[in-house]
């Protein structure tokens, strides 16, 4: 059975980068898309980026010039990237294989 | 972003039939179908159903969903305390090569 543990900074400062990296255990990268998605405190999802085993990617245009996704199939990993950072992108992140599989997500709050 | 409409909340009694819809467009929910899930507070969210009609190993017969053009429903027959959630549909729109969200419906069972 495929879990996905996710870990990676919760508090930063405006301005900073946001840096968070998905672990993939029991299962591989391969021939799946494998995304981040977000969700602001009492909002709903919002997507943010997709890459697969070969680090092709898609990004949610209102992000993509902030936006970073990469793969490391070494160590069955992939990661988000952020910049520039503002109160607006206080939430709880999650990655997730397809949507079917989802790891159990990291507030990340904004704030000076 | 153009995203999905769902309504804001739903409610029902237990035991009856809930109806969610969602509604998009050509470039995403008419194009591609689309996938529900589900999110009780503080969990992430399970994935109900995906191309419109498609469950994944596990989810129960009384969730099915269906598309009639531009728009998606899920019916939840025989509602249960546990089915009040937020639900929230999502489909992947070719003009924008990105998944796009619908605000999600809360749904309440009385």
């Known amino acids: 059975q495929v879990q996905l543990q996710q870990w990676g900074a919760g508090l930063l400062k405006p301005s900073e980068t946001l840096s968070l990296t998905c672990g993939v255990y029991g299962g591989s990268l391969s021939g799946y898309h494998w995304s981040w998605i977000r969700q602001p405190p009492g909002k709903g999802l919002e997507w943010i980026g997709e890459?697969?085993?070969?680090?092709?990617?898609n990004y949610n245009p209102s992000l993509k010039s902030r936006v970073t996704i990469s793969v490391d199939t070494s160590k069955s990993q992939f990661s988000l990237k952020l910049s520039s950072v503002t109160a607006a992108d206080t939430a709880v992140y999650y990655c997730t294989r397809t949507m079917t599989h989802w790891g159990q997500g990291t507030l990340v709050t904004v704030s000076s | 972003q153009a995203g999905l409409t769902q309504p804001p909340s739903v409610s029902k009694g237990l035991r009856q039939t809930a109806t969610l819809t969602c509604t998009g467009n050509?470039?995403?929910?008419?194009?591609?179908?689309a996938a529900w899930l589900q999110q009780h507070q503080g969990h992430p969210p399970k994935l109900l159903s995906y191309r419109n009609n498609n469950r994944p190993s596990g989810i129960s017969e009384r969730f099915s969903a269906s598309r009639s053009g531009n728009t998606v429903s899920l019916t939840i027959t025989g509602l249960q305390p546990e089915d009040e959630a937020d639900y929230y549909c999502?489909?992947?729109?070719?003009?924008?090569?990105?998944?796009?969200f619908g605000g999600g419906t809360k749904l309440t069972v009385l």
């Open positions: 999502s489909a992947w729109d070719s003009s924008l090569s990105a998944w796009v």
């Open positions: 050509s470039n995403n929910v008419d194009n591609q179908g």
């Open positions: 890459i697969n085993h070969s680090g092709s990617t």
